[in-house]
């Protein structure tokens, strides 16, 4: 009645629905205890089943007869599930996965692949969708000064084939939008960027309420591009976009936390729902969220994406080093209940949010991002995202000479290796490149405090997949709180 009254009048209809529970919330419960004045109103009730199938017999709908039989094959069919609960062979949780998702995955619920393609770009792409960024595709369109310098920085950005952050962006979304893939990002400011970096919508400085969304005249026959400012509700808008995110795999759901630590309203979506969502709900999900910031002096609350609470959270045991077969990396995020990466390029950006939507299956993920520039080089065709990025400088070229020097600062005797995905953690690039640098001092380096941020996750699984090297901590924020002091380890220059 209720869908039938909002389809003829398109008003909405508030349902006031009051009921009750016959056993208890749970199997051991007994509700006698505390309210046996109403349980007892309860039990006198009668079942619903038996109110409802009288009625249809009543009305001549069923038969008594075809009641039963239908009662029977139900029971039938709980009996038989039962009895197969048993066997641990044939009760598996892939077999119940995404069933929402048909064609995504086998019978099983295992992935139908377990590798992805590349995911550079031509550069016919690359150049259309840096000019369509750099642009205003409607006439007569009067924009800001302020943006039209922007867009004219990104021009010449594109002339050099270089991008910034909102360039790599534009990249990954575009090209996604080329092969019919939606594109949905919600959050508070999203549409211009909370460091007003993105303008994703261009508003006519003379016309009220006219906008221009370039990322929607990319292509002629492209997927739509939606971008939307969000209310002040973290709660209720990542509950929405979870919600539309495990509608389709074939989507990019984005959520961007206007500061990165503003994810703490939406806490119990991020507990309940994202990092159990597989092993709990049986559920895969794609969504993406996007939680920027960095230490910045803005207060304790304005600090950072507390990453070390998605760390906590993350399906990835420290005391163990997995055997590498296969496609390594493809079955470690198919393994995991999340993956949590740092980019430090525009480029590696772009490559995981196509990753995103080229992998064989979906799992939410956690982004943080600083600003940097990238080459159209880094999203050649072929090329993809790099879970950690080597050192290429003097040090990289005599490995065997670094040596440990607490005291030097030279540029040959320091190699940075930047950790991009931090969970599931790469062991196999992190050996590899501790076996490169075996005579080196090994030290960890972040701006959070020591009980922020990174360490205590990487910490044991350096010692795991590292050769057992130990491990310094350097800490970015100058002094602070922790330990740090009382190791004798000061904040870099």
């Not at 961007?256 to 991020?270: L, M, P, R, V, Y």
């Not at 304005?302 to 760390?311: G, I, K, Q, V």
């Not at 010692?463 to 901590?473: A, K, N, R, W, Y």
Request: glycine residues 6%; charged residues 25%; aromatic residues 10%.
């Amino acid at each position: 009645m209720a869908a039938e009254w909002r389809t003829t009048f398109n008003k909405d209809v508030v349902i006031d629905l009051v009921s009750y529970r016959r056993f208890g919330h749970n199997e051991m419960d007994e509700p006698m205890f505390t309210q046996p004045l109403m349980y007892k109103q309860i039990h006198r009730q009668e079942h619903v089943l038996k109110k409802y199938s009288d009625k249809l017999i009543v009305e001549g709908v069923v038969t008594l007869q075809e009641f039963e039989e239908e009662v029977a094959k139900y029971d039938k069919i709980c009996e038989e599930a039962y009895t197969s609960s048993k066997d641990e062979k044939i009760l598996h949780i892939r077999h119940w996965l995404d069933s929402p998702w048909p064609d995504f995955f086998t019978t099983d619920g295992e992935p139908k692949s377990m590798s992805y393609v590349p995911t550079g770009l031509d550069e016919e792409v690359l150049q259309h969708i840096g000019q369509t960024a750099s642009s205003v595709p409607l006439e007569d369109f009067k924009i800001h000064p302020g943006v039209s310098r922007i867009l004219r920085g990104r021009a010449d950005l594109v002339k050099n084939r270089q991008m910034d952050w909102a360039l790599g962006e534009y990249m990954a979304f575009g090209s996604l939008l080329k092969d019919d893939i939606h594109v949905r990002l919600s959050g508070q400011d999203v549409e211009r960027g909370t460091f007003s970096h993105r303008h994703h919508v261009l508003h006519d400085q003379e016309v009220d309420k006219r906008i221009c969304v370039p990322m929607n005249h990319l292509w002629a026959n492209q997927a739509p591009y939606t971008v939307c400012n969000s209310s002040l509700s973290e709660y209720g808008v990542l509950g929405f976009e979870l919600g539309f995110a495990m509608a389709s795999p074939n989507a990019l759901i984005l959520w961007e936390a206007q500061f990165g630590d503003f994810h703490n309203t939406a806490q119990c979506i991020i507990d309940q729902f994202i990092s159990p969502g597989q092993a709990k709900w049986v559920r895969n999900n794609g969504i993406v969220l996007l939680l920027p910031h960095g230490m910045e002096g803005m207060g304790p609350e304005h600090s950072l994406a507390r990453p070390e609470r998605f760390l906590q959270m993350s399906k990835d045991d420290p005391d163990h080093f997995p055997e590498f077969s296969g496609d390594f990396e493809v079955q470690q995020l198919n393994d995991c209940n999340w993956i949590v990466v740092n980019c430090s390029t525009p480029a590696n950006y772009c490559h995981v949010l196509r990753r995103q939507i080229l992998l064989p299956f979906r799992k939410p993920s956690l982004l943080r991002h600083p600003d940097a520039r990238s080459s159209f080089d880094d999203l050649a065709k072929g090329t993809k995202f790099k879970r950690l990025i080597p050192d290429e400088g003097i040090a990289s070229q005599n490995p065997a000479q670094l040596r440990e020097r607490k005291q030097q600062k030279m540029e040959k005797d320091v190699a940075i290796i930047r950790l991009e995905q931090i969970s599931p953690f790469p062991f196999d690039l992190v050996r590899a490149e501790a076996e490169k640098y075996a005579n080196a001092e090994l030290v960890w380096c972040q701006e959070e405090h020591k009980n922020m941020g990174y360490y205590d996750y990487v910490r044991p699984r350096f010692l795991t997949g590292g050769g057992q090297q130990e491990i310094h901590l350097v800490c970015g924020t100058g002094p602070c709180s922790c330990s740090c002091y009382r190791e004798q380890v000061h904040p870099p220059q």
